[in-house]
């Protein structure tokens, strides 16, 4: 399959999944003190983020561990009030159980952090060949980060090599800047959209705000929102209707121009 063709099913997977344009993918980070109240705190967030009009939540073990990323999906696979918001997953540090979570509850998408540029060419070889068996197994489409947050850069090609592999390896790439709720810098953008193909779904994982949605929305199909939504603006804090209202407000003017 040449680049364009792959470009063109990326898209069409992509539009199938998020028919409006410029979607809003939201974290659940699983915060609270214990399992259950990680289990209740996730459900009133997704039950808030979905009636404020998110497209999809994503459940992620950044506070809590697999078994309450379990839990979550278990719940909010028969929670009704989610309508027809996409469920999506990224379990941290483990794509193989993301893989079978999303075989086991409906998992639009499984989110990984870096799909190219974190391993040496030895070890690379073989996650490839790995990612390619479960991505033939699996209904869920793959969000891939390359040059991703947090993540090592051992691959010994350029971000630019790197970019490429990851889009045959990912149905969307996803950029990001140096941290969670960090800005994405406006140039890293532009760059990761000049070297995909035209059609390939890229998405803003990191530091999307009311106030910048639409200048990075130029060049990005979906954005990952985790800290805007929080009351605190932190990772740490709890999702807030306001702050979700705002974002969809800067993002309804967006869509409202295309």
Same mark, same amino acid.
């Given at each position: 399959?040449?680049?364009?063709?792959?470009?063109?099913?990326?898209?069409?997977?992509?539009?199938?999944?998020?028919?409006?344009? %410029?979607?809003?993918?939201?974290?659940?980070?699983?915060?609270? /003190?214990?399992?259950?109240?990680?289990?209740?705190?996730?459900?009133?967030?997704?039950?808030?983020?979905?009636? #404020?009009?998110?497209?999809?939540?994503?459940?992620?073990? !950044?506070?809590? /561990?697999?078994?309450?990323?379990?839990?979550?999906?278990?719940?909010?696979?028969?929670?009704?009030?989610?309508?027809?918001?996409?469920?999506?997953?990224?379990?941290?540090?483990?794509?193989?159980?993301?893989?079978?979570?999303?075989?086991?509850?409906?998992?639009?998408?499984?989110?990984?952090?870096?799909?190219?540029?974190?391993?040496?060419?030895?070890? /690379?070889?073989?996650?490839?060949?790995?990612?390619?068996?479960?991505?033939?197994?699996?209904?869920?489409?793959?969000? #891939? #980060?390359?040059?991703? %947050? !947090?993540?090592?850069?051992?691959? #010994?090609?350029?971000?630019?090599?790197?970019? &490429?592999? =990851?889009?045959?390896?990912?149905?969307?790439?996803?950029?990001? =800047?140096?941290?969670?709720?960090?800005?994405?810098?406006?140039? %890293?953008?532009?760059?990761?959209?000049?070297?995909?193909?035209?059609?390939?779904?890229?998405?803003? =994982?990191?530091?999307?705000?009311?106030?910048?949605?639409?200048?990075?929305?130029?060049?990005?199909?979906?954005?990952?929102?985790?800290?805007?939504?929080?009351?605190?603006?932190?990772?740490?804090?709890?999702?807030?209707?306001?702050?979700?209202?705002?974002? &969809?407000?800067?993002?309804?003017?967006?869509?409202?121009?295309?």
């Amino acid at each position: 399959m040449n680049e364009v063709v792959r470009a063109e099913t990326a898209r069409a997977a992509w539009e199938e999944l998020f028919p409006t344009p %410029k979607a809003v993918l939201a974290m659940l980070h699983l915060g609270g /003190d214990d399992a259950a109240d990680r289990l209740h705190r996730a459900r009133e967030e997704a039950r808030i983020l979905a009636h #404020g009009g998110v497209d999809a939540v994503i459940v992620e073990n !950044y506070f809590g /561990d697999a078994d309450d990323a379990r839990r979550a999906l278990e719940a909010l696979s028969t929670a009704s009030e989610l309508g027809g918001t996409v469920i999506g997953l990224n379990v941290l540090r483990d794509h193989r159980l993301a893989f079978a979570l999303a075989a086991e509850f409906p998992v639009g998408f499984v989110q990984i952090d870096s799909v190219a540029g974190h391993l040496a060419a030895d070890a /690379d070889l073989e996650y490839a060949a790995e990612l390619a068996e479960l991505r033939v197994a699996s209904p869920a489409l793959v969000f #891939g #980060g390359v040059r991703f %947050k !947090y993540q090592p850069v051992e691959s #010994g090609r350029s971000e630019e090599e790197d970019l &490429m592999l =990851g889009a045959r390896r990912s149905d969307a790439i996803v950029v990001t =800047g140096e941290g969670t709720g960090v800005e994405t810098d406006l140039s %890293k953008i532009r760059r990761f959209r000049s070297v995909l193909p035209e059609e390939f779904p890229l998405i803003v =994982g990191a530091g999307v705000t009311d106030g910048n949605a639409a200048e990075q929305f130029r060049y990005a199909d979906g954005a990952i929102v985790g800290s805007f939504f929080k009351d605190s603006y932190r990772d740490t804090g709890v999702v807030d209707a306001e702050h979700v209202a705002r974002f &969809m407000t800067a993002v309804d003017a967006v869509r409202a121009s295309l």
